[in-house]
């Protein structure tokens, strides 16, 4: 198979993007003006159909790999990155030049049919692409996407934080002050530069074990009571999800080649503080720069993200931006650091 | 004279840019390593002749209608808007189709010349545009105008705060560490949609006195102890300086056409919260969305901006974003906010 995302200059591998397109989606029960639920199925989106997993993949240009059950979520390791099915949140998230936008309109179609769901609220982000003219339109540029969203949802908010001339990120979201009405939480790493001795680790994988790359990482230690489902792809690069209890998650993907390295660390773990848990992702992967992003919903056990993300390793790097942004029903810290030339 | 930034389809007005370009430069004296000073000339940017003034405004497009000097520092009422020279800091504000970057070059070498100064920070700021396609390159997108900033100065740091699909407001500035080691505070108020009742003080202008308008409008009231240089424009608009004590100032600047209605508001005054005078500034214009920015240096009185910013007003107004970004030596909330249905 010639994966998508993959450029060949005669027979030279020239670039693979690993930055994802991350996506999740809250649903609620359809209503009616006085309250009653309206909608028919079962409000559980575990009950999507499989095969129809399937088919929404191929809309994307990625596949599903491996899969893996706990409890409350079901989640699935893609050809690109990752997909999360749990009662009421959908989370995609993928790489290369896949077409992540494609899958909105059929699973809100899914998530109606099979559970009458309709979308409470949404969000779409990304890391700034190494190569963004390598991506399929309209991943292209941020504006090109928004619009593409714009024409999906009435109610879009569309930003860009950090450096229009550097590292940046970019949010659409719902301005809508019923949007979230539950505790969460979530933090990702998307760190670049990464440090080569330890990207040895998820290179020249012919013939080995993921559970072996996950234990010599140190992945397998970074959270307890942690169900993994991991996967190395050949020659190189590596995927896992981590099942919490509850519908908590982590997630991580490897592209280790140097001139494009990139690691990407989430989850949705309720801690009162990120600090010691960013230390120790920072500790295994030894990025030279990193963008962090936590958003933390009006009831999340840790306040507001701002504090939640305490930086316990300005010791090792050094902060280049940090912006925090309030939401309806979320507040956000974006921040980018870089690894400290003298450690 | 016919303005700049003014579209005539046969020989009716279409549209006219309120909405300002914003450059304000901290100098410094030039050192040599030993800290020995090393420039030549009077450490003053004052001491700038008047004609080499009036020759930087006819590269922008724009020229000197009225001035005013006051112990510490000249103010200047511009054909477009404002400038300010003080000791060490030069302040440039141009709406219409003015080319405001093209003065950057030029400042820095009078600045060289004349009083042995180099750039110790940069801040260009501007709201998005009503009508970018209306203006000059580069400033028909901040990309391009970050494009050509970025071949001025080496360290250059460009942001977009608020939503890419709404109001939004662009900055560039400098990630040095010792970029301000002094007191500093700005506040903007960029409001939009304004009351025609209130707007109609600043109509049909021919005959009338700028004092007169300054003080039914209610502006001669914002800020006590302010020494003001007022203005009316024919047949419509409005201007005025005021300057404070030391190098303090304040500066409005009024678009009354309906279509395009526009009101800046912009002090550096000292305080330590900021709420009560954006509440009087609300009131006395009525705006039905605004776009608010204070800078904090960290030694500014009012600690962070975020702290210093107090909601007085969302009796009147609902919050639609507010974001706080931290920089090397000072920190920014950035807020939109629309008028209330109900009120």
């Given amino acids: 198979m010639e994966l998508p995302g993959v450029v060949t200059e005669g027979s030279q591998l020239t670039h693979y993007e690993g930055t994802e397109k991350l996506l999740e989606i809250w649903f609620e029960p359809l209503r009616h003006r006085n309250g009653d639920i309206h909608g028919q199925g079962t409000p559980d989106l575990k009950v999507i159909p499989r095969e129809r997993l399937v088919e929404l993949m191929k809309l994307v240009h990625c596949e599903i790999v491996s899969e893996k059950c706990r409890d409350e979520h079901h989640a699935y390791?893609?050809?690109?990155?990752?997909?999360?099915?749990?009662?009421?949140?959908?989370?995609?998230?993928?790489?290369?030049?896949?077409?992540?936008?494609?899958?909105?309109?059929?699973?809100?179609?899914?998530?109606?049919?099979?559970?009458?769901?309709?979308?409470?609220?949404?969000?779409?982000?990304?890391?700034?692409?190494?190569?963004?003219?390598?991506?399929?339109?309209?991943?292209?540029?941020?504006?090109?996407?928004?619009?593409?969203?714009?024409?999906?949802?009435?109610?879009?908010?569309?930003?860009?934080?950090?450096?229009?001339?550097?590292?940046?990120?970019?949010?659409?979201?719902?301005?809508?002050?019923?949007?979230?009405?539950?505790?969460?939480?979530?933090?990702?790493?998307?760190?670049?530069?990464?440090?080569?001795?330890?990207?040895?680790?998820?290179?020249?994988?012919?013939?080995?074990?993921?559970?072996?790359?996950?234990?010599?990482?140190?992945?397998?230690?970074?959270?307890?009571?942690?169900?993994?489902?991991?996967?190395?792809?050949?020659?190189?690069?590596?995927?896992?999800?981590?099942?919490?209890?509850?519908?908590?998650?982590?997630?991580?993907?490897?592209?280790?080649?140097?001139?494009?390295?990139?690691?990407?660390?989430?989850?949705?773990?309720?801690?009162?503080?990120?600090?010691?848990?960013?230390?120790k992702v920072l500790t295994t992967f030894n990025p030279g720069k990193c963008v962090m992003t936590l958003f933390a919903s009006k009831t999340a056990k840790c306040g507001t993200s701002m504090k939640a993300l305490s930086e316990t390793f300005l010791d090792k790097y050094r902060r280049h931006d940090r912006q925090f942004s309030q939401f309806q029903t979320y507040d956000l810290t974006f921040a980018t650091y870089i690894r400290d030339k003298k450690v």
Avoid at 114 to 130: D, E, Q
Avoid at 163 to 171: E, F
Avoid at 182 to 206: A, G, N, R, V
């Fill in 77 to 279: 390791v893609l050809s690109e990155s990752s997909m999360f099915l749990s009662k009421e949140r959908f989370i995609l998230k993928t790489c290369g030049t896949t077409t992540l936008l494609s899958a909105i309109e059929p699973i809100l179609k899914l998530a109606k049919d099979f559970c009458g769901f309709t979308f409470k609220t949404v969000f779409y982000s990304r890391k700034n692409f190494f190569r963004p003219e390598l991506q399929e339109v309209p991943h292209r540029n941020f504006e090109d996407e928004v619009h593409y969203l714009d024409t999906l949802f009435d109610c879009g908010a569309a930003y860009m934080l950090g450096r229009i001339n550097g590292d940046c990120w970019h949010l659409y979201t719902l301005d809508i002050c019923n949007g979230q009405n539950q505790p969460d939480q979530t933090l990702e790493i998307l760190m670049t530069q990464l440090d080569p001795s330890i990207m040895k680790h998820f290179k020249d994988t012919t013939g080995r074990k993921a559970a072996d790359v996950t234990k010599a990482s140190g992945i397998a230690d970074l959270l307890p009571d942690c169900q993994i489902d991991d996967f190395l792809f050949e020659p190189c690069g590596y995927s896992m999800n981590g099942l919490l209890p509850k519908d908590g998650y982590m997630t991580i993907h490897v592209t280790p080649e140097e001139e494009y390295s990139y690691v990407s660390f989430e989850t949705n773990i309720e801690l009162e503080d990120y600090g010691d848990l960013v230390n």
